[in-house]
C-alpha cells in the first residue's frame, strides 16, 4: 500500500507543478493588455487629442505612401513581364507564319506535279 501512495503523491506533485506553472503565465499573458494600456495612459496624458491625431494621420500617410510605392513597383514588375510575353508571343505567331508559309508553298509545288502525272494516267488509259 505504500507504493500506491507514494504514486499518489507523486501525481499529485505533478498536477500541482502544471497547475503552478500554468497560473504564472495566466498572470503573465494578463498583464500584458494591462502594461500596455498603463503605458498608454502615461503616454495620453503627455499629448493632446490634436497631437495624438497628428501622429496617428502622419504613421497612416507614411504606411499609405509605401502601399502605394510597393503597388507601383509590382506594376512595374507586371508590365516588364507582360512585355516580355507578348514579345515572345509575337515572335512564336512570326515562325508559325513563316512555317506556314513553307508549308504552303511546298504543297503548291507539289499539286501540278500530281496533276500532270494523273492527266498523263487518264490520256493512257482512254
Not at 39 to 52: C, D, G, M, P
Not at 64 to 82: I, P
Not at 100 to 121: G, L, M, N, Y
Amino acid at each position: 500500500m505504500s507504493k500506491l501512495k507514494t504514486y499518489q503523491e507523486q501525481l499529485q506533485e505533478i498536477v500541482a507543478k502544471g497547475i503552478n506553472a500554468a497560473e504564472e503565465q495566466q498572470k503573465k499573458l494578463s498583464a500584458k493588455p494591462f502594461d500596455f494600456a498603463e503605458k498608454l495612459e502615461t503616454e495620453a496624458r503627455e499629448y493632446s487629442v490634436k497631437t495624438l491625431r497628428k501622429r496617428y494621420n502622419g504613421y497612416s500617410d507614411s504606411l499609405f505612401g509605401q502601399l502605394r510605392t510597393l503597388n507601383s513597383r509590382f506594376g512595374n514588375f507586371a508590365g516588364d513581364l507582360v512585355a516580355k510575353l507578348e514579345k515572345e508571343a509575337a515572335e512564336g505567331a512570326d515562325v508559325v507564319a513563316e512555317t506556314a508559309q513553307d508549308v504552303k508553298k511546298s504543297v503548291e509545288t507539289k499539286k501540278p506535279a500530281a496533276k500532270t502525272t494523273a492527266k498523263k494516267k487518264t490520256a493512257a488509259s482512254a
